[in-house]
């Protein structure tokens, strides 16, 4: 039986307030992903898909090849941490979207990335 491979993605946000300019409606998040490979056999990530959605829910989608210009190899038990940004328009926001995959017998498949909070510290009570 296939081994299929398994990836667990969690990501952490922090606002970026130095970079962020809230009277021109400009709120700079950074957010660090760890994909870790938990299963026997090495993975490699080939690309991206995000859906950014702003607090008056206007969605942004992005796509493309890999992460911060890479498209790491994965190896059985191993991890790879990234950070990178986002600019939304409103101090509330949410991240979500997939990683497509390849195993080492070249099977493509996708990692799901759960949905994660864009906000400003000083919204939350």
Same mark, same amino acid.
């Given at each position: ?10 990501? !952490?946000?922090?606002?970026?307030e130095s970079q962020s300019s809230p ?6 998040f950074a957010y660090t992903v760890t @994909?870790? +490979?938990? /299963? ?11 859906? @950014?959605? $702003?607090? $008056?829910?206007?969605?942004? #989608?992005?796509?493309? #090849?890999?992460?911060?210009?890479? !498209? ?6 191993? #991890? %790879? ?11 509330? /926001?949410?991240? #979500? ?8 017998? /070249? +099977?493509? %498949? ?16």
């Amino acid at each position: 039986m296939l081994d299929s491979p398994r990836v667990c993605v969690q990501v !952490q946000s922090v606002y970026i307030e130095s970079q962020s300019s809230p009277d021109e409606e400009r709120f700079v998040f950074a957010y660090t992903v760890t @994909i870790r +490979n938990l /299963g026997r056999s090495p993975v490699q990530l080939l690309g991206r898909y995000w859906l @950014i959605t $702003n607090g $008056n829910g206007r969605e942004t #989608e992005v796509q493309g #090849e890999g992460v911060v210009g890479e !498209q790491p190899h994965i190896a059985a038990g191993s #991890e %790879f941490q990234y950070t990178s940004g986002a600019v939304i328009e409103t101090p509330l /926001g949410t991240m #979500e979207g997939h990683y497509h995959m390849v195993d080492e017998q /070249g +099977n493509k %498949f996708s990692v799901a990335i759960p949905v994660f909070r864009l906000c400003v510290p000083t919204l939350i009570h």
